[in-house]
């Protein structure tokens, strides 16, 4: 699409609400109400510009609701979305989520344009190691492989043996058949794998900002205020895992929701995460004690649909890099999502 005045532009129309009616409804208790007006001449500029492009939008879990259930074509946590961009058939992938994320869906597809609305989207974990710092780790522990978690950048995934998520971390560790593997970078995720295996594990000292800051004595008092159930994502540190009913993936947590169907739960995880599961699970009440993602909260229904409109911006990768990166990333492809709920 090239003539560019035929570009949808966000613009109010009283048929919006007609039209929108049913996410409106679904928005309502998830966003303030007077915002709903504001986001629908976005959303229905992005779904329409992107059906132009031939588009296809991939949201995290983390995503704002006006995101996740306004404009996203493909939902899921980063294992979910990778596989998504393996399989997926268009040509033009729109990444609603962070810079480690966008590089995952270009290495996985790489004759495809993945654009990324915001490069400053980034991550705490994927900025505390560099490809250096893990040939450095290979030096000092020779011939032990590495297993890097996927908030990492693609040169350390081309540094590394294989990929993990927190949906299969403990199984591709013990998939690399070796009584010792250097982890890295996330340290509370390292601490719990190694709870789980026989495998020694090697840590690296990086920690998500968000998940980090949950303290023990926040979700006694949580618990102890409410009377209700906690789930825990294992970013976050082993005193705050001890205290929860329930530790496991964004994707994992939903199914527990499923099984349990808990009166009350607390999400101790990213705030957009508990938004985006009360629409499922409308007979929980959830409690918040939960922490915003500065990078995700770069992307915006504004920079999607310029990402959209000017094609920007498009994730570049070099050959080699990428070649590299996706061997380690299809060996975590390989062992899939094998978390027990």
Same mark, same amino acid.
């Given at each position: 699409?090239?003539?560019?005045?035929?570009?949808?532009?966000?613009?109010?129309?009283?048929?919006?609400?007609?039209?929108?009616? #049913?996410?409106?409804?679904?928005?309502?208790?998830?966003?303030?109400?007077?915002?709903?007006?504001?986001?629908?001449?976005?959303?229905?500029?992005?779904?329409?510009?992107?059906?132009?492009?031939?588009?296809?939008?991939?949201?995290?879990?983390?995503?704002?609701?006006?995101?996740?259930?306004?404009? #996203?074509?493909?939902?899921?946590?980063?294992?979910?979305?990778?596989?998504?961009?393996?399989?997926?058939?268009?040509?033009?992938?729109?990444?609603?989520?962070?810079?480690?994320?966008?590089?995952? #869906?270009? !290495?996985?597809?790489?004759?495809?344009?993945?654009?990324?609305?915001?490069?400053?989207?980034?991550?705490?974990?994927?900025?505390?190691?560099?490809?250096?710092?893990?040939?450095?780790?290979?030096?000092?522990?020779?011939?032990?492989?590495?297993?890097?978690?996927?908030?990492?950048?693609?040169?350390?995934?081309?540094?590394?043996?294989?990929?993990?998520?927190?949906?299969?971390?403990?199984?591709?560790?013990?998939?690399?058949?070796?009584?010792?593997?250097?982890?890295?970078?996330?340290?509370?995720? *390292?601490?719990?794998?190694?709870?789980?295996?026989?495998?020694?594990?090697?840590?690296?000292?990086?920690?998500?900002?968000?998940?980090?800051?949950?303290?023990?004595?926040?979700?006694?008092?949580?618990?102890?205020?409410? *009377?209700?159930?906690?789930?825990?994502?294992?970013?976050?540190?082993?005193?705050?895992?001890?205290?929860?009913?329930?530790?496991?993936?964004?994707?994992?947590? *939903?199914?527990?929701?499923?099984?349990?169907?808990?009166?009350?739960?607390?999400?101790?995880?990213?705030?957009?995460?508990?938004?985006?599961?009360?629409?499922?699970?409308?007979?929980?009440?959830? !409690?918040?004690?939960?922490?915003?993602?500065?990078?995700?909260?770069? !992307?915006?229904?504004?920079?999607?649909?310029?990402?959209?409109?000017?094609?920007?911006?498009?994730?570049?990768?070099? #050959?080699?890099?990428?070649?590299?990166?996706?061997?380690?990333?299809?060996?975590?492809?390989?062992?899939?999502?094998?978390?027990?709920?």
């Amino acid at each position: 699409m090239h003539d560019l005045a035929a570009v949808p532009v966000p613009v109010w129309r009283d048929e919006l609400e007609h039209e929108y009616a #049913a996410l409106a409804e679904r928005l309502e208790p998830l966003v303030p109400c007077l915002e709903i007006p504001l986001h629908l001449p976005w959303i229905d500029a992005i779904n329409k510009l992107k059906k132009q492009r031939g588009a296809v939008i991939m949201a995290h879990s983390y995503q704002s609701p006006e995101i996740f259930h306004g404009v #996203a074509d493909i939902t899921g946590d980063s294992l979910g979305l990778a596989q998504a961009a393996a399989e997926c058939d268009a040509e033009l992938i729109v990444l609603c989520g962070v810079h480690f994320m966008a590089e995952t #869906a270009k !290495i996985l597809a790489p004759h495809k344009t993945v654009l990324l609305p915001d490069l400053e989207a980034g991550c705490s974990l994927a900025s505390s190691i560099t490809a250096a710092d893990v040939r450095a780790l290979r030096a000092q522990h020779p011939g032990v492989p590495v297993v890097s978690y996927a908030n990492t950048s693609a040169a350390v995934k081309a540094e590394s043996d294989a990929i993990c998520t927190s949906a299969n971390a403990v199984q591709v560790v013990e998939a690399m058949g070796a009584p010792k593997v250097i982890f890295l970078p996330d340290e509370f995720l *390292g601490r719990h794998i190694a709870k789980q295996t026989q495998v020694e594990i090697v840590l690296w000292h990086g920690r998500c900002e968000v998940h980090e800051r949950f303290t023990a004595q926040e979700v006694r008092h949580v618990r102890e205020q409410f *009377g209700t159930k906690v789930v825990a994502h294992p970013e976050c540190s082993p005193e705050v895992l001890a205290e929860a009913d329930f530790v496991g993936s964004t994707t994992a947590m *939903g199914k527990w929701l499923a099984r349990e169907k808990p009166a009350r739960v607390a999400m101790v995880t990213e705030c957009s995460m508990a938004d985006n599961l009360k629409s499922q699970f409308p007979q929980t009440e959830f !409690i918040k004690p939960c922490n915003l993602c500065p990078h995700m909260q770069r !992307i915006t229904l504004q920079n999607i649909y310029a990402s959209l409109r000017d094609l920007r911006h498009a994730i570049e990768i070099p #050959a080699d890099v990428g070649a590299r990166a996706r061997a380690a990333l299809e060996r975590m492809l390989a062992v899939g999502r094998r978390e027990r709920v």
